[in-house]
T-cell receptor, first 120, second 112 residues
Framework: AQKVIQVWSTTSRQEGEKLTLDCSYK???????LFWYKHLLSGEMVLLIR??????AIERSGRYSVVFQKSRKSISLVISTLQPDDSGKYFC?????????????????FGHGTILRVHP | EAAVTQSPRSKVAVTGGKVTLSCHQT?????MYWYRQDTGHGLRLIHY???????EKGDIPDGYKASRPSQENFSLILELASLSQTAVYFC???????????FGAGTRLSVL
């Protein structure tokens, strides 16, 4: 079963609009982290947001924020005032301790990603 | 300036041939990872490593080997490349505490 679910595979918006990308996750661990990454057209994978359940999200820039609903196991990425450069593929990811050993492997489990196209 | 460098950036390989993808990091991180990305899938973990001279199997290790000769270097080896291994491959490093992965720019591999 998928642990990280991003419903949209592709979406298009106009420049200036606001966009919310949804992500839900499954974990039985108390300690976990959530991430939003952006895969740029250049190939680079950049970190946008790191969210821990007990802390305020760390934002990469003023236009990126998250709506974190811990009880619903949901973390949505909000991008305000879309620009054409926001086009790319957005991944939600989960880090958690290994269920069987409790060890920290450091590995992330990714959702399938959402391709965003922003039109001028 | 790039802290995680992958080479080559793209490669075309023939079925049955051997392919080696290289990754070098200057983050001084202990943890390194190889992921592959396919259309319709997220990034899936192939192999990872906590320390030099040791590697661990990820979620989809079949058909791949990994080598970590030093803290800075982590290679992914396809001994007998197959069509199904056509994908974009990402290397990443982490300090294992913040659990943030720092990625290379990816290698686009096409197996013909």
């Amino acid at each position: 079963a998928q642990k990280v679910i991003q419903v949209w595979s592709t979406t298009s918006r106009q420049e200036g609009e606001k966009l919310t990308l949804d992500c839900s996750y499954k974990t039985s661990q108390v300690l976990y982290h959530l991430f939003w990454y952006k895969h740029l057209l250049s190939g680079e994978m950049v970190l946008l947001i790191r969210q821990m359940p007990s802390t305020i999200a760390i934002e990469r820039s003023g236009r990126y924020s998250v709506v974190f609903q811990k009880s619903r196991k949901s973390i949505s990425l909000v991008i305000s005032t879309l620009q054409p450069d926001d086009s790319g593929k957005y991944f939600c990811a989960l880090w958690e301790l290994a269920a069987n050993t409790g060890a920290n492997t450091g590995k992330l489990t990714f959702g399938h990603g959402t391709i965003l196209r922003v039109h001028p | 300036e790039a802290a995680v460098t992958q080479s080559p950036r793209s490669k075309v390989a023939v079925t049955g041939g051997k392919v080696t993808l290289s990754c070098h990091q200057t983050n001084n991180h202990d943890y390194m990872y190889w992921y592959r990305q396919d259309t319709g899938h997220g990034l899936r973990l192939i192999h990872y490593s906590y320390v030099a001279d040791s590697t661990e199997k990820g979620d989809i290790p079949d058909g791949y080997k990994a080598s970590r000769p030093s803290q800075e270097n982590f290679s992914l080896i396809l001994e007998l490349a197959s069509l199904s291994q056509t994908a974009v491959y990402f290397c990443a490093s982490s300090d294992g505490t913040q659990n943030t992965l720092y990625f290379g720019a990816g290698t686009r591999l096409s197996v013909l």
